[in-house]
């Protein structure tokens, strides 16, 4: 059975602390990426890597950075939280050649105090 | 640039009924998949049904079923036997080039 596992649900966080989101999956996927989810935007693309470390800027990647030193976990780094990055955070990664079907982690709901 | 539109922010229905989600996109690519992605209340986000744009065949899965209209650029999800498991936020998606963009989403309430 397919798994993506994101380390934390619920974080709270304040203002200028370095935070850190995890995700793993096992399905030795090359491509994995990390949404923000936002009441009435839907998911926004901050970065996706398509290989051990190698990334690409998604829509809106200021603030955020990215690891990928592995080829089954990619983080997400605010380097300095602010509290418009509360937020849910979505990982996913890429499965199947041709259908690009993601799966999807649970969710890491960010509050930045 | 990729838009996904989804025009209906809520929608309810009664259990047992069929219902319809809209969605509309833009995109200047010939290739590419269309997707519908469910996310229920604290879960993670599980694939519905998808597309692929080079077919003219309407994708159906189970209960599922999508009405694409690639000339008009519109992608909907049709809901047959409304359960209540189907309560959830539902997603259009299209995906080309390594990345997917989402629309803002449809919460869906199917009443008992």
């Known amino acids: 059975d397919v798994k993506v596992t994101q380390s934390s649900r619920y974080l709270v966080k304040r203002t200028g602390e370095k935070v850190f989101l995890e995700c793993v999956q096992d399905m030795d996927h090359e491509n994995m990426f990390w949404y923000r989810q936002d009441p009435g935007l839907g998911l926004r693309l901050i970065y996706f890597s398509y290989d051990v470390k190698m990334k690409e800027k998604g829509d809106i990647p200021e603030g955020y950075s990215v690891s990928r030193e592995k080829k089954e976990r990619f983080s997400l780094i605010l380097e300095s939280a602010s509290t418009n990055q509360t937020s849910m955070y979505l990982c996913?990664?890429?499965?199947?050649?041709?259908?690009?079907?993601?799966?999807f982690g649970e969710g890491s709901r960010l509050t930045v105090l | 640039a990729q838009t996904v539109t989804q025009s209906q922010p809520e929608m309810s229905v009664q259990e047992a009924e069929t219902v319809t989600l809209s969605c509309t996109y833009d995109t200047s690519e010939n290739n590419y998949y269309l997707f519908w992605y469910k996310q229920p209340p604290s879960r993670q986000m599980i694939l519905v049904i998808r597309?692929?744009?080079?077919?003219?065949q309407n994708a159906t899965e189970n209960r599922f079923s999508v009405n694409f209209q690639k000339a008009a650029k519109s992608f909907s999800l049709k809901i047959s036997d409304s359960q209540l498991g189907d309560t959830a936020m539902y997603f259009c998606a299209i995906y080309n080039f390594n990345k997917f963009y989402f629309g803002s989403g449809t919460k869906l309430n199917v009443k008992p």
């Open positions: 597309q692929e744009a080079y077919k003219q």
């Open positions: 996913a990664s890429r499965g199947g050649v041709f259908t690009g079907e993601l799966f």
